[in-house]
């Protein structure tokens, strides 16, 4: 079982940039890639950026390609995700996971366990 930490979110104003961390622990050896994803309120969670743990697969979906930047962190199994040019459709509450395979991070239906989350809300 993966663990996750999430940090770093709190309210920007639209234009503003932020940055979110991930710390993951447990069985990650188990797993090649993290990912980010987020949830908007009264929306289904959705997949933003993935990258492999040791190698440098990325994949980002549509809607953040070129606004987000998602990076490893320089302590071990941490992920690092740079949000630009936020808007208020950004808010949400921000998750990270992990996986075997990178096309599983594209299924947030596919994870049973989440960490907490940690809060970006974007004011206008």
């Known amino acids: 079982q993966v663990h996750l930490q999430e940090s770093g979110g709190r309210l920007v104003q639209a234009g503003g940039s932020l940055k979110l961390s991930c710390s993951a622990s447990?069985?990650?050896?188990?797993?090649?890639?993290g990912g980010w994803f987020r949830q908007p309120p009264g929306k289904d969670r959705e997949f933003l950026a993935a990258?492999?743990?040791?190698?440098?697969?990325?994949d980002y979906a549509a809607s953040v390609k070129g606004r987000f930047t998602i990076s490893r962190g320089n302590v071990t199994n941490t992920l690092i995700l740079e949000m630009n040019n936020l808007t208020p459709e950004d808010t949400a509450i921000y998750f990270c996971?992990?996986?075997?395979?990178?096309?599983?991070?594209?299924?947030?239906?596919?994870?049973?366990?989440w960490g907490q989350g940690t809060q970006v809300t974007v004011s206008s």
């Open positions: 447990g069985s990650v050896a188990n797993t090649e890639y």
């Open positions: 990258i492999g743990w040791d190698n440098e697969n990325v």
């Open positions: 996971n992990a996986a075997r395979h990178i096309s599983t991070l594209r299924q947030p239906t596919a994870f049973g366990i």
